[in-house]
């Protein structure tokens, strides 16, 4: 019996652990798939103390390893049915292995929906992004590229016309945009155009320099962000629990301890209802280790009087 399981080995699940581990009083299992939203950026410039910069995948790497130094320990595997059996939690994997805990952590997160356009994948976090707040800065005075679907994409562009007076908005999927939102993109000086995007064009490692339209056209670009709409947030398991979840999928949580309705259910990062971004999921991450700390010492007392 784990005292803690987290389900979901990104920034936000990594961060718990640490800090859960630091504590050398519980026994906690980090069951993880290594896929996620970190592990496709390719550099992450808004961290503390990484000026130039850092990768996700070294900075699992590095969380894992921290991770592992003070005790935590890891599975591979992905979870897919979790219920409450007599006053704990019985995980079931993909594996068919079964995992028993006292406290459960959901940090499976979200994924990105875009097209498989050829030479998309090695830009992104490099020199395309996702994240506004997070790296609008990226931009600023750059000739920019929105790369989306409908009003997912004119939103984003519209965004990110405070950055830069040099846009473009190419609506690959070439869903419908509204009069309303195509006026406000024209008047704001955001170039659109609905035409299927065949091929991003890049210059050694993940510099976009253009891309390549259905037409033979070339867009030029020294930076890039993509809007498609429509990305998955993996909230099945905290579903099953009968977590509140609100209309876009994300849990419901309490704003203080991050625990959700559900007693000893926790939740931290893109699952939750927060602004995804890497340095808040560190901070739920965090959050949530220190009242599943406090949660579990109340049950080793209850068990000793």
């Known amino acids: 019996m784990n ?4 389900v979901g080995g990104g ?7 640490i800090q859960l581990g630091r504590y050398s009083a519980h026994d906690i299992l980090v069951i993880d798939n290594g896929s996620g939203r970190s592990t496709l950026c390719r550099n992450y410039h808004n961290i503390l103390g990484w000026p130039e910069g850092i990768s996700g995948e070294e900075l699992r790497s590095l969380g894992r390893q921290q991770a ?7 599975a591979n595997d992905t979870v897919k049915k979790v ?6 939690f019985l995980l079931t994997g993909e594996s068919g292995k079964e995992y028993n805990a006292k406290t459960i952590l959901l940090a499976t997160g979200l994924t990105d929906r875009f097209p498989d356009i050829p030479g998309l994948v090695p830009t992104l976090g490099c020199t395309v992004y996702v994240c506004p707040d997070c790296d609008g800065y990226e931009v ?3 000739k920019t590229v929105v790369l989306g679907a409908g009003k997912s994409g004119a939103d984003m562009a519209l965004l990110l016309r405070d950055r830069t007076d040099d846009l473009t908005y190419i609506n690959h999927e070439k869903t419908a945009v509204d009069d309303d ?28 320099q253009g891309v390549k339209l259905e037409d033979g056209t070339v867009i030029s670009a020294e930076r890039g962000f993509i809007s498609f709409g429509g990305n998955k947030v993996h909230s099945e398991l905290a ?22 309705n559900v007693t000893n259910v926790w939740v931290a990062g893109d699952l939750g209802v927060h602004a995804e971004q890497t340095t808040v999921a560190m901070g739920d991450g965090a959050t949530t280790a220190i009242w599943i700390h406090k949660a579990l010492k109340e049950m080793d007392d209850a068990a000793t009087t």
Do not use: W
């Open 68 to 74: 592992e130094s003070v005790g935590v320990q890891f």
């Open 83 to 88: 219920e409450v059996k007599n006053s704990s």
């Open 3 to 6: 005292d803690c399981i987290i």
């Open 181 to 208: 939102l195509i006026g406000q993109l024209k008047n704001k000086g955001i170039a659109y155009v609905e035409k299927t995007i065949t091929k991003v064009e890049c210059q050694g490692d993940g510099m976009i």
């Open 140 to 142: 600023q005075n750059r």
């Open 11 to 17: 920034i936000a699940g990594l961060q718990a652990a």
């Open 239 to 260: 579903a099953q629990l009968g977590a509140e979840l609100e209309h876009n999928k994300h849990v419901k949580a309490d704003p203080r301890s991050k625990m959700t």
